[in-house]
């Protein structure tokens, strides 16, 4: 393997402190030969960070921000800062993702919370079992420890 194929998974490795170090001080990582999925990958650290500097905003329903949101309204947005558009509702942003297994998760991914087929709710996933999300009324933009195994992850494409 060469150190070119196995710099996503060091990436994957180094956690998200390293995603989110990396996303403080603006930087990002270019490797020759991926750039389809570097490109996605700086997509998604950029829609991370966005996420994650929106801690604090407070919920509203309908909300897409600058300064309120619901879930989706937060994924929206903080992909739409990125550069790439999603459509408005958790449901409608399962269906333009790329889903992707547990096992092959990655920071920056799209969580999706389900009941049975309905899906009800949607974070960024940030490592370590933890998403960025706008919970409910009367609460605020967080990182939260994921609460369901009934979930399926998309990636952003």
């Not at 710099?7 to 989110?20: D, E, I, N, Q, Y």
């Not at 999706?112 to 370590?128: E, T």
């Not at 919970?135 to 992850?153: A, H, M, Q």
Request: proline letters at 4%; a positive charge; glycine letters at 10%.
């Amino acid at each position: 393997m060469s150190a070119f194929n196995r710099v996503p998974s060091l990436m994957a490795r180094a956690g998200t402190a390293s995603v989110l170090t990396l996303a403080a001080v603006g930087s990002t990582i270019t490797v020759p030969g991926l750039s389809a999925d570097a490109s996605a990958a700086t997509m998604a650290t950029k829609a991370l960070r966005i996420a994650a500097s929106k801690k604090g905003a407070p919920y509203q329903w309908g909300g897409t921000g600058p300064r309120r949101f619901d879930c989706s309204g937060l994924t929206l947005y903080s992909f739409k800062k990125a550069g790439k558009r999603l459509p408005r509702t958790a449901a409608q942003q399962y269906n333009k993702t790329r889903h992707v297994s547990a096992r092959h998760r990655r920071a920056g991914d799209l969580v999706f919370f389900h009941m049975g087929s309905s899906i009800y709710h949607v974070g960024i996933y940030a490592g370590h079992g933890k998403i960025w999300h706008a919970p409910k009324t009367g609460d605020v933009v967080k990182l939260e420890r994921i609460w369901s195994r009934s979930v399926w992850y998309g990636r952003v494409r």
